[in-house]
């Protein structure tokens, strides 16, 4: 099998990977003509994407030759923040940007700061050259966190690892649990695998404070309050063990601390819990039936655990307390039972190989680090003997922090800081690119070659170059291997070809991986790990103790309580009265259906199908407010405000206001979103961002348009 097809004359067909930040990364297909590619398409063939994809990539094209693509660099002429550049070479660009770095450097490198995520999840072009560039360099390190590393610790302190149900083998569930996530908009091809399952007759649950689009098609929808959904896993655990609904055999053989966790919820009963989530008791109570008795007559019982539940400040415990509900009742026997939050741990990636962290040990220093959900406050924050050096350069790629950072008023501050060298390599203008110095063109997934991990199915992924790049782009390896060059950096290793990164992406030595050849799969596209359909039904976990911990010594020894708990939100009624008393509504930003995170946001198309910013709140909230629909509203609290235009409607819960996001700010009315309101307060375990945990006040500021 070739890595391109000719399906007719003067047409080929690249085998390619989606690069962005969702679970599916799916199989892709471009055709190209003449140089140009003119279709992005699914592969039918791939077991995961089946031919599908979101509306988003399949005008992937719209994004690739968009006719305000950033396809030279360029430099600043105006303030920060104006987005005012003039063109100029490579040789300018580099030159410039490598006597910067090596003037800051000589006095101390750490005052240099890489900030990226996952504008691409590829290996090659996500943390690969770049990493060797600041390892290297020296520069301080970045704690990559704004997404998901509070469930993940969680997850791995009562599993051991980030492994779970495989997304191949949903279809054959008889209950799922949509819990804390919207699949229609960012998991497409689960929700394909849900449905499938429903008109197997299976029962669909979804637990979320908003009626999404996933809620509305499921069977029944439990709105629970922000930030409580470990109190309504307790009580599910209370449950289980009142009723007997439990797998005592699973549960003696293959977990730890059983008997201290049934004193622990026993302290959880269902009016306890409902008072806490919001929801009624009899919901607690049925539930907690359902999940059991499921389980109790054979059949499979799955979670899907995403990413909403755990942006509060109890998210860790959150999903550790959800990931204790499938040992329980031996859900994990079955290939369709268990839980999924992520599946990232199925890869044997190999990152020293990657990365060469052996650059950095070899200075005999370990750099600070620096959180990337409180760069607001790191930006301007100065030199002191506890913080280490200013930060007086900035290298931003794969990321918009300006747009996706919390509490943007001062992230902005810190990005307008004259004396604060920025860098940015982007396809587009963005709201971070507005305050850069030197604006580098990067390219997209179709004009550079990526290998893919993913952390929602299990297959290794192959992304081939369908099309030159476009004006003077440079994937981001070329860009940090021109800067190694200018920085004198003579290792070895930044000669390394995309295709040699490739090469090294995975440990062939991991039983997983062992039939990974990146010759093979580049031309296949594809090509499926060696994970087994039920891989917890016989335990087989990779905690300390081998087992399903309900109680963690490792928790206790990072002075975390080692059970399951309930841990409220910074922001509400029971933890803080009187800012809920100033302050009394919730707000949530989830994703948009059109956009990812802040991709997407500047295509014509896809903006225009999502509207403008819009605030739904509830009918109750809205009448003792004089909001109708069409109005102006102010969202705001004591960080900053945001205008959105209202839609009254029953799918937020009272209490609750809901902005799907996120947008760029040049694209909102008043120039901001949602992240004005948002808080640089860190998680309980994970350090990361509690996006969800936020109480506002809303107030009508004009008429119906």
Not at 299 to 305: F, S, V
Not at 425 to 448: C, G, S, V
Not at 621 to 642: E, P
């Given at each position: 099998?070739?890595?391109?097809?000719?399906?007719?004359?003067?047409?080929?067909?690249?085998?390619?990977?989606?690069?962005?930040?969702?679970?599916?990364?799916?199989?892709?297909?471009?055709?190209?003509?003449?140089?140009?590619?003119?279709?992005?398409?699914?592969?039918?063939?791939?077991?995961?994407?089946?031919?599908?994809?979101?509306?988003?990539?399949?005008?992937?094209?719209?994004?690739?030759?968009?006719?305000?693509?950033?396809?030279?660099?360029?430099?600043?002429?105006?303030?920060?923040?104006?987005?005012?550049?003039?063109?100029?070479?490579?040789?300018?660009?580099?030159?410039?940007?490598?006597?910067?770095?090596?003037?800051?450097?000589?006095?101390?490198?750490?005052?240099?700061?890489?900030?990226?995520?996952?504008?691409?999840?590829?290996?090659?072009?996500?943390?690969?050259?770049?990493?060797?560039?600041?390892?290297?360099?020296?520069?301080?390190?970045?704690?990559?966190?704004?997404?998901?590393?509070?469930?993940?610790?969680?997850?791995?302190?009562?599993?051991?690892?980030?492994?779970?149900?495989?997304?191949?083998?949903?279809?054959?569930?008889?209950?799922?649990?949509?819990?804390?996530?919207?699949?229609?908009?960012?998991?497409?091809?689960?929700?394909?695998?849900?449905?499938?399952?429903?008109?197997?007759?299976?029962?669909?649950?979804?637990?979320?404070?908003?009626?999404?689009?996933?809620?509305?098609?499921?069977?029944?929808?439990?709105?629970?309050?922000?930030?409580?959904?470990?109190?309504?896993?307790?009580?599910?655990?209370?449950?289980?063990?009142?009723?007997?609904?439990?797998?005592?055999?699973?549960?003696?053989?293959?977990?730890?601390?059983?008997?201290?966790?049934?004193?622990?919820?026993?302290?959880?009963?269902?009016?306890?819990?409902?008072?806490?989530?919001?929801?009624?008791?009899?919901?607690?109570?049925?539930?907690?039936?359902?999940?059991?008795?499921?389980?109790?007559?054979?059949?499979?019982?799955?979670?899907?655990?995403?990413?909403?539940?755990?942006?509060?400040?109890?998210?860790?415990?959150?999903?550790?307390?959800?990931?204790?509900?499938?040992?329980?009742?031996?859900?994990?026997?079955?290939?369709?039972?268990?839980?999924?939050?992520?599946?990232?741990?199925?890869?044997?990636?190999n990152t020293a190989a990657l990365q060469r962290p052996d650059l950095l040990t070899r200075q005999g220093v370990r750099p600070r680090t620096i959180n990337m959900s409180t760069i607001?406050?790191?930006?301007?924050?100065?030199?002191?003997?506890?913080?280490?050096?200013?930060?007086?350069?900035?290298?931003?790629y794969n990321a918009n922090p300006v747009a996706v950072a919390p509490e943007s008023q001062k992230v902005v501050r810190g990005f307008a800081r004259e004396d604060l060298f920025t860098?940015?390599?982007?396809?587009?203008?963005?709201?971070?690119?507005?305050?850069?110095?030197?604006?580098?063109?990067?390219?997209?997934?179709?004009?550079?070659?990526?290998?893919?991990?993913?952390?929602?199915?299990?297959?290794?992924?192959?992304?081939?170059?369908?099309?030159?790049?476009?004006?003077?782009?440079?994937?981001?390896?070329?860009?940090?291997?021109?800067?190694?060059?200018?920085?004198?950096?003579?290792?070895?290793?930044?000669?390394?070809?995309?295709?040699?990164?490739?090469?090294?992406?995975?440990?062939?030595?991991?039983?997983?991986?062992?039939?990974?050849?990146?010759?093979?799969?580049?031309?296949?596209?594809?090509?499926?790990?060696?994970?087994?359909?039920?891989?917890?039904?016989?335990?087989?976990?990779?905690?300390?103790?081998?087992?399903?911990?309900?109680?963690?010594?490792?928790?206790?020894?990072?002075?975390?309580?080692?059970?399951?708990?309930?841990?409220?939100?910074?922001?509400?009624?029971?933890?803080?009265?009187?800012?809920?008393?100033?302050?009394?509504?919730?707000?949530?930003?989830?994703?948009?259906?059109?956009?990812?995170?802040?991709?997407?946001?500047?295509?014509?198309?896809?903006?225009?199908?999502?509207?403008?910013?819009?605030?739904?709140?509830?009918?109750?909230?809205?009448?003792?407010?004089?909001?109708?629909?069409?109005?102006?509203?102010?969202?705001?609290?004591?960080?900053?405000?945001?205008?959105?235009?209202?839609?009254?409607?029953?799918?937020?819960?009272?209490?609750?206001?809901?902005?799907?996001?996120?947008?760029?700010?040049?694209?909102?009315?008043?120039?901001?979103?949602?992240?004005?309101?948002?808080?640089?307060?860190?998680?309980?375990?994970?350090?990361?961002?509690?996006?969800?945990?936020?109480?506002?006040?809303?107030?009508?500021?004009?008429?119906?348009?």
């Amino acid at each position: 099998m070739s890595s391109t097809l000719s399906p007719s004359p003067g047409h080929t067909v690249v085998r390619a990977a989606c690069p962005h930040d969702c679970p599916d990364t799916c199989a892709l297909l471009v055709t190209v003509k003449d140089g140009v590619a003119t279709e992005v398409r699914g592969d039918p063939e791939h077991p995961t994407t089946a031919g599908v994809l979101c509306t988003k990539v399949s005008r992937y094209t719209d994004r690739t030759y968009h006719k305000d693509r950033v396809l030279y660099p360029m430099k600043r002429v105006g303030k920060k923040g104006e987005g005012k550049f003039e063109r100029i070479s490579w040789d300018e660009a580099l030159d410039t940007v490598a006597s910067r770095l090596q003037t800051i450097a000589a006095t101390d490198p750490q005052a240099i700061l890489p900030y990226s995520y996952a504008g691409t999840m590829g290996l090659v072009q996500g943390e690969s050259m770049s990493m060797r560039f600041f390892n290297r360099l020296g520069s301080s390190l970045l704690e990559r966190t704004i997404c998901a590393s509070a469930g993940a610790a969680g997850y791995k302190y009562t599993m051991g690892t980030r492994l779970g149900t495989d997304t191949e083998q949903v279809q054959d569930a008889k209950l799922i649990l949509i819990w804390g996530g919207n699949p229609i908009a960012s998991n497409l091809h689960f929700w394909m695998r849900v449905q499938e399952a429903k008109r197997r007759g299976a029962k669909l649950i979804a637990i979320d404070p908003y009626r999404s689009l996933t809620a509305e098609k499921c069977h029944q929808h439990i709105a629970l309050l922000p930030g409580t959904d470990a109190a309504l896993a307790l009580g599910i655990m209370h449950v289980l063990i009142a009723e007997d609904l439990l797998d005592t055999d699973y549960i003696e053989r293959h977990t730890l601390g059983f008997a201290q966790l049934k004193q622990r919820v026993a302290e959880w009963p269902p009016q306890r819990v409902a008072g806490v989530c919001g929801i009624s008791e009899e919901e607690v109570w049925q539930l907690g039936r359902d999940y059991g008795t499921t389980a109790k007559n054979g059949e499979a019982t799955m979670i899907r655990a995403n990413y909403g539940l755990q942006r509060i400040r109890g998210g860790g415990m959150a999903v550790r307390n959800i990931a204790c509900l499938p040992a329980l009742v031996g859900a994990w026997r079955h290939g369709a039972g268990g839980v999924q939050v992520s599946m990232s741990d199925a890869f044997p990636k190999n990152t020293a190989a990657l990365q060469r962290p052996d650059l950095l040990t070899r200075q005999g220093v370990r750099p600070r680090t620096i959180n990337m959900s409180t760069i607001g406050d790191e930006l301007s924050r100065p030199a002191a003997p506890d913080f280490g050096p200013r930060i007086d350069a900035l290298i931003v790629y794969n990321a918009n922090p300006v747009a996706v950072a919390p509490e943007s008023q001062k992230v902005v501050r810190g990005f307008a800081r004259e004396d604060l060298f920025t860098v940015v390599l982007e396809h587009f203008q963005t709201d971070t690119a507005d305050y850069a110095d030197i604006l580098l063109p990067a390219t997209t997934q179709l004009e550079h070659v990526d290998v893919h991990a993913t952390y929602g199915h299990v297959y290794m992924m192959a992304n081939n170059a369908a099309i030159k790049p476009l004006g003077e782009a440079k994937p981001n390896t070329e860009i940090f291997r021109l800067l190694a060059a200018r920085m004198g950096f003579d290792d070895g290793c930044f000669s390394d070809s995309d295709d040699q990164i490739a090469a090294q992406a995975f440990d062939r030595k991991h039983p997983r991986a062992a039939d990974f050849d990146w010759n093979i799969l580049k031309q296949k596209g594809w090509q499926r790990l060696n994970v087994a359909a039920a891989v917890f039904a016989d335990g087989g976990f990779t905690t300390p103790s081998g087992k399903c911990e309900f109680y963690s010594a490792s928790m206790l020894a990072d002075g975390l309580d080692p059970l399951p708990t309930y841990i409220a939100p910074y922001e509400s009624v029971a933890s803080n009265p009187l800012l809920a008393e100033k302050y009394p509504l919730a707000m949530i930003s989830p994703p948009a259906r059109n956009f990812l995170n802040s991709s997407f946001v500047n295509v014509q198309s896809l903006r225009d199908t999502e509207g403008e910013p819009h605030l739904d709140v509830h009918p109750d909230d809205a009448a003792a407010r004089g909001i109708v629909t069409g109005s102006m509203v102010r969202i705001f609290n004591d960080r900053g405000s945001m205008l959105a235009k209202a839609r009254v409607t029953p799918r937020a819960r009272p209490g609750l206001v809901v902005g799907l996001s996120i947008w760029w700010k040049k694209f909102a009315g008043d120039g901001k979103n949602a992240n004005e309101v948002t808080s640089q307060r860190l998680t309980d375990m994970g350090n990361a961002p509690t996006f969800y945990d936020v109480l506002v006040q809303v107030e009508a500021c004009g008429a119906p348009a």
